[in-house]
């Protein structure tokens, strides 16, 4: 009987430590392998058109981007007799184009596509120019929205064609109320810079 009292039981530990550790390396494995693995679609577009369509997404995100910001931009730096006018045009321009922002990303996502992660991928997107001149007066920053507005629309009405092609009516849909707005704007900006005959 004192053999067996004095024989050290077996330690549980150890067999306990292993499995933990079985178990933790197998959450890594899983974790690594979704790091590397292709986002799955939700939705019923193949994966050319997922490429497609989200490749054009971020294109027009990035362009949404420089436009928000230059529009910022001549919000903060008008001047002139006009100023009070132009100023809260354009701030409420930038706000409605800022909103489009969001439904752009997440709409990439939805489909199964990824969007874009930073400045340096948008500059290296985008399409319309950006303004950095020490000065502009205010004639010329309304006359250069109005044309990027323009350019927005065109890129716009590409992305619906893309998006009638592959039958991905949601964002087509999101597309046709964007197009409008950014026509708005165009217009607004148009009315603006008209010179009196």
Excluded at 75 to 86: K, L, Q, T, V
Aim: proline share 3%; net charge negative.
């Amino acid at each position: 009987m004192s053999d067996t009292k004095s024989q050290a039981p077996k330690p549980k530990k150890a067999k306990a430590e292993t499995k933990s550790e079985t178990k933790a390396e197998g959450k890594l494995e899983a974790a690594k392998s979704r790091a590397t693995a292709a986002l799955q679609t939700r939705a019923n577009y193949s994966s050319n058109a997922v490429q497609d369509i989200a490749g054009a997404l971020n294109g027009l995100l990035a362009d949404v981007f420089v436009l928000y910001l230059k529009t910022k931009n001549f919000h903060w730096h008008m001047s002139g007799p006009h100023f009070r006018d132009y100023h809260l045009l354009l701030d409420e321009q930038s706000d409605q184009i800022f909103a489009m922002t969001d439904p752009i990303a997440e709409r990439v996502r939805k489909i199964g596509g990824t969007t874009i992660k930073s400045i340096g991928q948008i500059a290296r997107q985008q399409r319309l120019l950006d303004n950095d001149a020490e000065y502009v007066t205010p004639q010329d920053m309304l006359s250069e929205l109005r044309d990027d507005n323009v350019q927005l629309v065109v890129a716009m009405r590409e992305v619906h064609d893309l998006c009638d092609e592959n039958q991905d009516v949601a964002t087509a849909s999101l597309l046709e109320n964007w197009i409008d707005e950014t026509e708005r704007r165009a217009w607004f900006l148009f009315e603006t810079t008209r010179r009196e005959a």
